[in-house]
């Protein structure tokens, strides 16, 4: 029987939410938050932001994570009804060919196409063929292009890969966007049962942002200065990482069903975006979860980064954060596949950390060296 934490996640993964175009996967969040919150608003970015009542003298902290997934915009339809389109967000070329996708109009429609895939006789006749995504073509089953154009769909349309949220026969799930509908469900899941049971002692925000899988963009204009009171001291950053399959070995040494996966450094060398998570968070998750019995696992990733890379630089001194992911297999592809007990032992590290806050255990960065207390 699934969790209520999965069943959200599942309702989260179902919805699209290519970046920049997040706003299903906002209202949805929307609604399953908006009776803890009292403050829900968007962005003009379409970040979506929440915040409790508190006392004033409580801890503020930050929880985030990212609404969108990797996908496609169309770049040209064209006369016989093949749809161009490019990649957006890191994707291999490889996955494409035969899968089921989604594209998203401007009335919120979903209409299903295919990715061409060069038959299967003529591969073996003329060799194995591996395209870029410049010799692909998504087709809506139409011969020419007045129906597809009908439907609305043009240069701009966003779009995202078809996979329905299943468990396979060893255990794990699988299903398009684990990055980051797990985030998601994860951060409503902990500010509800904040609202209910810490918030005399711990003031929470939740940020759901948008077009991470672009560049950090959302995180990277947050303004968590509106709340009128103290700022949080720091932010905690739900998010995924690739990890290790069956077979051969892809990631850094991250295992699904090993627990969440405390992220130490990580450095894109490309875009020049990275974040050096600071010792004394390290210390604090690590302390929190050998506390609860929270397995957890760490890790160096050079050639990704995550919203801490740009939240941490989002607002005038910076924002310290700490990332923590859920390990996933085969990232970024129709078929992201994670166990349940790392979601679940996701949410008592989320649990545990906020009631170490709410306690005056989460280390606050800044220090007066002239105060007479520091003296
Ligand atoms: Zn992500």
């Known amino acids: 029987m699934p969790s209520p934490l999965l069943e959200r996640m599942k309702t989260l993964c179902s919805l699209p939410g290519p970046p920049g175009h997040e706003g299903a996967v906002r209202d949805a969040i929307a609604e399953m938050v908006k009776d803890s919150a009292s403050e829900l608003r968007r962005d003009p970015i379409g970040n979506l932001i929440a915040r409790h009542e508190a006392h004033e003298a409580a801890t503020h902290i930050l929880l985030e994570c990212h609404m969108d997934e990797v996908g496609f915009v169309v770049t040209n339809v064209e006369a016989g009804g093949a749809i161009r389109f490019e990649k957006v967000g890191l994707v291999a070329d490889s996955i494409f060919p035969g899968r089921e996708v989604a594209l998203l109009t401007l009335d919120g429609q979903l209409h299903r196409g295919v990715v061409n895939v060069r038959s299967g006789h003529l591969q073996s006749l003329q060799g194995q063929e591996h395209p870029g995504v ?67 002692r711990l003031r929470l925000s939740a940020a759901f942002c948008a077009q991470e899988e672009i560049g950090g963009r959302g995180a990277s204009v947050l303004s968590v200065d509106e709340t009128g009171v103290d700022k949080p001291i720091l932010a905690i950053v739900l998010d995924n990482v690739p990890s290790d ?60 980064f995550l919203d801490s890379a740009t939240l941490s630089k989002s607002r005038p001194g910076g924002l310290p954060a700490v990332p923590i992911n859920m390990p996933r297999r085969y990232s970024h592809s129709p078929v992201e596949t994670f166990m349940e007990s790392d979601l679940e032992a996701m949410a008592a590290l989320i649990g545990a950390l906020l009631r170490s806050a709410a306690e005056g255990g989460a280390p606050d960065l800044r220090r007066d060296y002239l105060s007479s207390s520091d003296a």
Not at 265 to 292: F, N, R
């Open 245 to 304: 399959g069956p077979g051969r070995s892809d990631a850094r040494g991250s295992k699904i069903g090993a627990g969440p996966v405390l992220r130490r450094y990580d450095h894109q060398p490309t875009s020049l975006y990275g974040y050096i998570t600071p010792p004394e968070l390290i210390q604090w998750v690590k302390d929190v979860a050998s506390d609860a019995h929270v397995p957890l696992q760490e890790d160096v990733f050079v050639g990704t």
């Open 134 to 200: 410049d010799n692909m073509w998504i087709d809506l089953g139409a011969t020419d292009d007045a129906p597809i154009r009908a439907l609305g769909i043009e240069a701009g349309t966003p779009g995202v890969f078809h996979s329905p949220f299943v468990q396979l026969p060893g255990g794990a799930w699988k299903s398009k966007a684990v990055d980051n509908r797990s985030g998601c469900a994860l951060c409503v899941e902990a500010f509800i049962n904040t609202a209910g049971s810490l918030s005399d």
